[in-house]
DNA sequence: CCGGGCTACTGGTCTATACCAGTAAGGAAC
DNA sequence: GTTCCTTACTGGTATAGACCAGTAGCCCGG
């Protein structure tokens, strides 16, 4: 496996990538040894540095991990990480091998609620774009979920049908929005009467109640999700580390 | 601010402290300009490759952000973290500037349920310490926990009394244990009956029911804990990156 | 006044090398 | 057979330097 090195990529990218590949592929096994960082310099022709740099990112990132003076070692496979990653439902939904589908509830322009306004910095009443779906799993209720969005950002937004299409996929595409990072919180809530009927629930009935905070490169916000997530159908999990 | 070579803190470490200390006394403000990386490398006489180390991990917790051609910012102070890091429960109320107490329910060795023997990758029905404590914030009660410890690996353990004491640090002080990373759930539930007794709930009400397995550096884990924490009193927090 | 080109700066990537502390294996001595 | 020492390896830290792409400011020409 050679690296390109006319290529676009880093060749640190590439190297991490190939042993990606590797690992994946079961050309190394759960906590078998991979080659030194000596002999990848070698074998790949790129200097130790280059090396460590995508081990680097491999061991922080749960997929290696190395000993000192014993060597680099694939990790276990770690279980799912979307607390940690900036990905939309669809992406989500499908990582966790289930089938996602919306239902458009409201599309709409309106003066931007107060609690809105103050989180997408906006003055007060500013037109935002309200979106609500019902989302859905497998073809079974998940998640009842409101977007909003300034309208004057977005201006030809709700021409796109969200049933179908990714807003963030949207919002890349079509306005160049390079979101990367995101602001979240998680909490535990009784269902409201909407919500239990939307998601078809039991009342009593408890919902995870989230609310996102989306940001581009330039920490500008531009979405504001408030989502209520089935109880009893979604976990979150995630991996912590010792500082 | 000298780094001083002959400790043993590696010098990238000392110059992230460095430079986070210069941050939190306000010296450089949220989007102001730090010196660029070739100035802190003549400032604190260190290589540039060792400046951006520190600066590296900087950005990645979030504290900084790098623009190529422009320099490197302060970034808006983040919102807690503790998804990302394991922290006990009293660090991480204390982190919120609340007071923390903790009253301890069940301290005994039991026949491990089978949940837990899975979890810790024991065999069925051998001995773990349980360990139950009502977790308690500003005097008002916040969550009730139960961590399950290996008996064969911490025999003593018991002995502490855990109203007042840190079960982490005592793995670490007295049993030379090193947490690295956990994983974790999270989801949303109705409160069972003994939890709305003991957490003072009005029924019915939502808690967040958190799952926790602690490892050490070489993947053995070593507590499985099960949390019920108050809806209404408590929220994750957390931020996302694109990948 | 505006636009383009040049220069000096910025962070990002990469090379080559050296030294340190930890690990493991082999050989020698007891 | 056991223990200790030496050697060769491992990842971790650090240095010095080079080159690339992005940024911003200044100057000159239209």
New interface residues.
Partial sequence: MKLHREAPDPLYLQLKASIVSDITSRRYNTNQRLPSERELALRFKVSRMTVRQALLELA?E?TI?TRTGKGTFV??P??DQQ?????GFSQDVRARGNKPTSRVLKAKVIPSPSDVAIALRLTPNAEVIQLSRLRVADGKPLALETAYLPFALFPNLLNHNFANESLYAVLENEYKV?????????????AEPDEIKLLKLDP??????IQ?LTLTSD?IPVEYVLSA?R??R??????????
């Fill in positions: 922080r749960g991990y990790a276990e770690k279980i607390l940690r990653a900036l990905t390079v979101l990367t990072q995101a602001e979240q919180t998680i909490e535990a809530a009784l009593p009935a408890a919902v995870l109640r996102r920490g997530y109880g009893d979604y976990k979150f999990r995630s991996n912590l580390q010792a500082r």
